[in-house]
């Protein structure tokens, strides 16, 4: 399997997309992981329809960057080529995206190809679409290699009560996560406990307010990692995870769902909050979404509800790069609403 990024020009990218076998060549199967298209202004028309079609179509992520001897982008580069997964206005963030997707090319080719087909999908049918890649990935051989070589934690439960705390004051209903020696991973436990709750306000209209939060260091460290791939039946966890899925649940109370995030904010820990209608967080909150390394897409509903709020580029540059996103720029891009001190 390839696992390798290739560098063009821009002018001879745009050569050879217009070739009839560009798919088969810019792809793992032809040895593509990543397509990098270097931009050193030379070329100053739009992408003629055949090219932009080309780029929408390609299995491979695409990114265009300046040149090494050029050092930002054009701004209006974004606006020539629509198509393209994540323009960077820079090289500094290229090294991490090579890594990452030379590491894990077919979680990297999913997870793109993923967020192309959901940036014109309905929350729902995101979610569904989501679900299928999530699954396909499990059963693939880049997160078996994953799991092989990340032991189990078998870290102990020692907080007294439910994984998540419920809790009504008149019209506010409080939801928190309560498992702080986990960094409230976001367990199977802690998914039934969210859902079930979260049809309180569908069955209670005088319910005008829902106050999300967690106790402890982190809002939520992601996915509880011993229970990765614990299913043997890819085909009822699909229909578990379309059926029970806290990120529907937010996203039918939106407009009435407030979350305030802290500390650690890495998958399900960005993708659920990204649901609600408001968002503040923590002045030393930080988002992340790691799982591509581990050859997984977003799997609590991340490449719906994260698209909606900061767009299907940024969303696939946080994903193919894993970076930390501090809450400065989470506030510039719309992540979240407001930072609280």
Same mark, same amino acid.
């Given at each position: 399997?390839?696992?390798?990024?290739?560098?063009?020009?821009?002018?001879?990218?745009?050569?050879?997309?217009?070739?009839?076998?560009?798919?088969?060549?810019?792809?793992?199967?032809?040895?593509?992981?990543?397509?990098?298209?270097?931009?050193?202004?030379?070329?100053?028309?739009?992408?003629?329809?055949?090219?932009?079609?080309?780029?929408?179509?390609?299995?491979?992520?695409?990114?265009?960057?300046?040149?090494?001897?050029?050092?930002?982008?054009?701004?209006?580069? *974004?606006?020539?080529?629509?198509?393209?997964?994540?323009?960077?206005?820079?090289?500094?963030?290229?090294?991490?995206?090579?890594?990452?997707?030379?590491?894990?090319?077919?979680?990297?080719?999913?997870?793109?190809?993923?967020?192309?087909?959901?940036?014109? +999908?309905?929350?729902?049918?995101?979610?569904?679409?989501?679900?299928?890649?999530?699954?396909?990935?499990?059963?693939?051989?880049? %997160?078996?290699?994953?799991?092989?070589?990340?032991?189990?934690?078998?870290?102990?439960?020692?907080?007294?009560?439910?994984?998540?705390?419920?809790?009504?004051?008149?019209?506010?209903?409080?939801?928190?996560?309560?498992?702080?020696?986990?960094?409230?991973?976001?367990?199977?436990?802690? +998914?039934?406990?969210?859902?079930?709750?979260?049809?309180?306000?569908?069955?209670?209209? /005088?319910?005008?307010?829902?106050?999300?939060?967690?106790?402890?260091?982190? %809002?939520?460290?992601?996915?509880?990692?011993?229970?990765?791939? /614990?299913? /043997?039946?890819?085909?009822?966890?699909?229909?578990?995870?379309?059926?029970?899925?806290?990120?529907?649940?937010?996203?039918?109370?939106?407009?009435?769902?407030?979350?305030?995030?802290?500390?650690?904010?890495?998958?399900?820990?960005?993708?659920?909050?990204? %649901?609600?209608?408001?968002?503040?967080?923590? *002045?030393?909150?930080?988002?992340?979404?790691?799982?591509?390394?581990?050859?997984?897409?977003?799997?609590?509903?991340?490449?719906? /509800?994260?698209?909606?709020?900061?767009?299907?580029?940024?969303?696939?540059?946080?994903?193919?790069?894993?970076?930390?996103?501090?809450?400065? +720029?989470?506030?510039?891009?719309?992540?979240?609403?407001?930072?609280?001190?």
């Amino acid at each position: 399997m390839a696992s390798v990024a290739r560098f063009l020009s821009l002018g001879e990218g745009i050569r050879l997309l217009e070739s009839p076998d560009a798919r088969e060549e810019f792809s793992t199967l032809g040895g593509t992981a990543l397509l990098v298209l270097e931009d050193d202004g030379s070329v100053q028309e739009p992408a003629s329809r055949k090219v932009s079609e080309a780029l929408r179509q390609l299995p491979c992520p695409t990114l265009l960057c300046p040149t090494e001897s050029h050092a930002v982008l054009e701004a209006n580069r *974004r606006e020539y080529f629509p198509h393209i997964d994540v323009v960077l206005d820079d090289r500094k963030a290229l090294p991490n995206i090579v890594d990452n997707a030379g590491a894990a090319p077919l979680a990297a080719l999913t997870t793109v190809q993923l967020l192309r087909h959901s940036r014109a +999908r309905s929350i729902p049918e995101g979610l569904f679409a989501e679900s299928l890649a999530y699954g396909i990935l499990q059963a693939g051989p880049e %997160f078996a290699s994953w799991r092989k070589r990340t032991p189990l934690m078998n870290k102990a439960i020692v907080s007294d009560g439910p994984p998540v705390l419920v809790s009504r004051e008149q019209s506010v209903l409080r939801l928190v996560f309560n498992r702080p020696e986990i960094r409230n991973a976001f367990s199977y436990a802690a +998914r039934d406990a969210l859902v079930e709750a979260l049809q309180l306000p569908l069955l209670d209209d /005088s319910i005008e307010r829902i106050e999300f939060s967690a106790v402890g260091s982190s %809002f939520c460290s992601g996915g509880h990692l011993d229970e990765f791939g /614990s299913l /043997s039946d890819a085909v009822s966890a699909h229909a578990t995870r379309t059926t029970r899925s806290a990120g529907a649940e937010l996203n039918r109370s939106r407009e009435r769902a407030f979350a305030r995030v802290h500390g650690a904010c890495i998958g399900a820990g960005v993708e659920l909050p990204s %649901f609600c209608g408001h968002v503040t967080a923590a *002045r030393e909150t930080f988002f992340q979404l790691p799982e591509i390394a581990m050859g997984l897409c977003p799997g609590a509903g991340g490449t719906a /509800s994260i698209p909606a709020r900061i767009g299907r580029e940024r969303t696939t540059y946080m994903a193919l790069s894993a970076e930390r996103i501090d809450t400065e +720029r989470a506030l510039a891009w719309g992540l979240i609403d407001k930072l609280e001190d």
